[in-house]
């Protein structure tokens, strides 16, 4: 969360300012946290994977197409495949 903003947000606010001010003061800073909320907390957890030559210059290969890591690629892989399998289970899908 970018406190900062917030803070910077209600510091402006003084008694000489208008209660209209102030109450688009307090919008603004609630919308900042709403927004915080609203973003997917991700947790990493390190794993190992045992890839052959081939399965690794493959996957080399495309991260390199994609101008990505080879990690940010495997992060992906792996996320596209939990958010499949999730919506597979909330829909009754055996895979």
Same mark, same amino acid.
């Given at each position: 969360m970018?406190?900062? #903003?917030?803070? #910077?947000?209600?510091?402006?606010?003084?008694?000489?300012?208008?209660?209209?001010?102030?109450?688009?003061?307090?919008n603004h800073a609630i919308q900042l946290c709403n927004d915080y909320l609203k973003k997917p907390q991700i947790s990493y957890e390190n794993i190992e994977l045992e890839l052959s030559s081939e399965e690794f210059l493959r996957l080399a290969k495309r991260a390199h197409e994609e101008d990505i890591t080879f990690n940010q690629l495997v992060n992906k892989i792996l996320l596209e495949h939990i958010e499949k399998e999730t919506e597979n289970d909330k829909n009754g899908i055996n895979s």
């Open positions: 970018d406190v900062n #903003k917030i803070i #910077k947000t209600i510091s402006c606010m003084s008694t000489a300012n208008s209660l209209q001010t102030i109450e688009f003061q307090l």
